[in-house]
């Protein structure tokens, strides 16, 4: 029953902690990690991991400061200017999303979530890193998990295949092999990473349902449902 544009402002908020925590470990990767390369060569550019790297950074945070901040900031003032320019039905969809970045605004419940997604991004490091050993992957250590963790998120801001059948692989493999692993070493952990988390996260997205009562039929069916509502509930 939530509306649509609260979800797309809630759905941002969430991305946001993602990309908070994410930046965070590219971050510590440019400061500190021991990289492979200082400049490496792209489509005949040369490009510098630690300054090109701060750039991109810069980059992400102008944008999300707009998504983000800009509203904030503006609040009502934005709402009555795009009522005046864009009409009464733009203007309630930016209210419903300002009513879902209220979450920001809730400081102890921002700090709670970014705790705990910090936390899932450190295991995360931390289990890739253990996967290594059982490869004998002697070239890389936990801050390569940490640099191969951020070359794989950001590679899958990309379109990807359902799954991510085939990106996934690509994106973990190719840092390895720069990091000194044969081919099939690095294709053969990549593969394995990606069914491990795939059979961790399938049963735990079952669990979730069944405690709900849902089937995946019935869970896919509220979601048209309730994508529908909200988008006639908005036109009026």
Known sequence: GV??????????????????GLGLIVVAVIAWAPLPAEVVTIGGAALSIRTD??????VAALLFGAVIVAPLLL???????????LGER?????????????????????????FWNLGVWWLYIVS??????????????????????CVLHMG??????????GVFEAFVAAPLIVYGATPSSAAAYALTLH????????PLALVFLWRDGLSFRQALALGRHGVARSTDAEKH
């Open 90 to 114: 733009v203007a309630r969809i930016y209210r419903g999303y300002l009513t879902g970045l209220a979450v920001v605004g809730d400081v102890p419940a921002l700090l709670r979530a970014s």
């Open 128 to 149: 890739m890193w253990a996967l290594f050993h059982a490869f004998h992957l002697t070239e890389v250590n936990l801050w390569s998990a940490a640099v191969i963790t």
């Open 195 to 202: 069914v491990v988390q795939v059979s961790v996260l399938l």
């Open 53 to 58: 790297g701060r750039r991109v950074i810069a």
């Open 3 to 20: 509306p649509f544009s609260q979800a797309v402002a809630l759905t941002v908020v969430d991305r946001l902690h993602d990309i908070v």
């Open 75 to 85: 609040g009502e003032r934005a709402e009555m200017l795009l009522r005046r320019c």
């Open 156 to 165: 899958l801001l990309l379109p990807t295949p359902p799954g991510l059948a």
